[in-house]
């Protein structure tokens, strides 16, 4: 009997000893959100909206057209001095280029013969006055008098309104001066250069690209898809980590024959100046369609074994991995055709730990 009671004490303990070691299994195979994880953790609720699109076009970034002027050589000459190069940023009024000119020399003669027409035409209009006085002749010699003397002031007025225009200085000197302030763009001036007097080609182009233009190639086939007002994303293969946010501002209606495009404009402001007109772009304009849809953010998206899952949240202690069906993908946004309701959350943060330590 003794041995019999040791026998049934051992087999109490084997299924005591077994029962506990089920329940620390179990215990450590419930997952449940440390404080730490909680924190960083962070959730979307599912909504139902507007299905967007997203169409991609390529095409190219230009300087705004009302904010680039060509420069002219208003004379002829030889060009004594350049002062930028090609990319240089340059303040509206500085001076470009020095030109040493015989037709500044000429508006020199001219402005001294106008300025002696005056001063006779001054004399002769006091002593026409004085005569006048002294009943030695008619009012009608002191009108002509003073007609002649408002002539040549207006000669001289207007020669100084040239000096001020072509930016004339004494010795025959010519500066170009910048317009506007920009970045010069275009240059086709070098030092000791002659110019022609009836060159027609410009010197320089000067742009103001602290807005820019995104000119977008549309395919025939989407041209009925791309609406004034439509949000549009830019990138370039100079920075293809950053996105440059615009919307199509314009819409040519002409088809390129080359190209068999049209084309559309984007605005996008360029403060850092970091677009440059001439680079290739990529453009993404987005639109609504009728329909909608349930949509996450597409970060919550967990894409494993060719299937795609989110990870529902209810509490620290009841988190779900569902089967989604994925409708389509724009941007940060995807949209979910089936497995997902509204109001439901999603893990956003975290989704990919908690989908290993729930499915391993």
């Not at 050589?73 to 002062?83: A, F, Q, S, T």
């Not at 006091?126 to 007609?147: C, H, I, M, P, Y």
């Amino acid at each position: 009997m003794k041995y019999y009671f040791i026998i049934l004490i051992a087999i109490a303990l084997t299924i005591t000893s077994c029962k506990k070691a089920e329940e620390v299994k179990n215990t450590e195979t419930t997952f449940v959100l440390s404080n730490d994880m909680l924190k960083t953790t962070t959730t979307a609720v599912a909504s139902l909206q507007k299905i967007k699109n997203e169409l991609t076009f390529y095409g190219k970034i230009t300087a705004d057209n009302n904010k680039s002027i060509d420069v002219y050589p208003l004379v002829g000459g030889n060009v004594v001095k350049v002062n930028v190069e090609l990319g240089d940023f340059v303040h509206k009024g500085q001076v470009l280029a020095i030109i040493k000119s015989t037709d500044i020399a000429d508006f020199e003669k001219q402005l001294i013969d106008a300025k002696n027409d005056l001063l006779v035409a001054k004399n002769n209009l006091k002593v026409t006055q004085e005569l006048f006085e002294g009943k030695l002749n008619s009012e009608r010699d002191v009108l002509e008098a003073k007609s002649m003397a408002d002539k040549a002031q207006s000669q001289v007025n207007k020669i100084q309104e040239t000096y001020k225009i072509y930016s004339i200085k004494t010795g025959s000197i010519y500066e170009v001066k910048a317009p506007i302030s920009g970045f010069v763009i275009q240059k086709s001036i070098n030092q000791d250069m002659l110019i022609r007097n009836d060159r027609s080609e410009n010197i320089f182009d000067i742009a103001e690209i602290s807005e820019v233009w995104a000119i977008a190639n549309v395919n025939e086939i989407d041209i009925n898809q791309v609406k004034i007002g439509n949000n549009a994303d830019v990138t370039t293969l100079s920075y293809p980590d950053k996105v440059f946010h615009g919307k199509v501002d314009k819409i040519f209606n002409i088809i390129n024959p080359e190209t068999k495009a049209m084309n559309a404009r984007i605005i996008l402001q360029n403060n850092d100046f970091l677009l440059k007109p001439d680079m290739n772009a990529s453009i993404k304009v987005s639109y609504q369609e009728d329909k909608s849809m349930i949509a996450v953010p597409s970060a919550a998206i967990v894409f494993d074994k060719s299937k795609s899952f989110v990870m529902i949240f209810k509490d620290r202690n009841n988190i779900e991995t569902r089967p989604v069906e994925v409708f389509r993908q724009v941007g940060d946004t995807t949209y979910i055709s089936s497995g997902l309701k509204e109001n439901e959350k999603v893990i956003t943060k975290n989704q990919l730990f908690i989908y290993d330590a729930l499915n391993d």
